[in-house]
Nanobody
Framework: VQLQASGGGLVQAWGSLRLSCAAS????????INWFRQAPGKEREFVAA????????YYANAVKGRFTISRDNAENTVYLQMNSLKSEDTAVYFC????????????????WGQGTLVTVSS
């Protein structure tokens, strides 16, 4: 399984960005795909998750109502649309995958993308 995250950058507060996670290597029908983030000096934390089959989604309270996770089956890509960005959203964002149920803890995920930096200026 290979994951390629992209789409990060510098954005002003209240702006928007869309992150992409291109997945390859095997069928993902039974997989869960998560976005995590890690700010400087902090632990990696759960942001959002989607179950590939069925499309169930889950969000951290800090991003609920502002971020939307979605997938494109044809492109084998998971997106994270981030709106109303705040300075506290500044972090390196990682996509991760596991075969099975969604978990919120990073150590449950075997496959990781390389991370993409999101910087929100206030």
């Amino acid at each position: 399984v290979q994951l390629q995250a992209s789409g990060g950058g510098l954005v002003q507060a209240w702006g928007s960005l869309r992150l992409s996670c291109a997945a390859s290597g095997r069928p993902f029908d039974t997989y869960a795909i998560n976005w995590f983030r890690q700010a400087p000096g902090k632990e990696r934390e759960f942001v959002a998750a989607i179950k590939w089959s069925g499309g169930r989604t889950y969000y951290a309270n800090a991003v609920k109502g502002r971020f939307t996770i979605s997938r494109d089956n044809a492109e084998n890509t998971v997106y994270l649309q981030m709106n109303s960005l705040k300075s506290e959203d500044t972090a390196v964002y990682f996509c991760a995958a596991r075969d099975g149920d969604i978990y919120y803890r990073p150590h449950m995920y075997a496959y990781w993308g390389q991370g993409t930096l999101v910087t929100v200026s206030s």
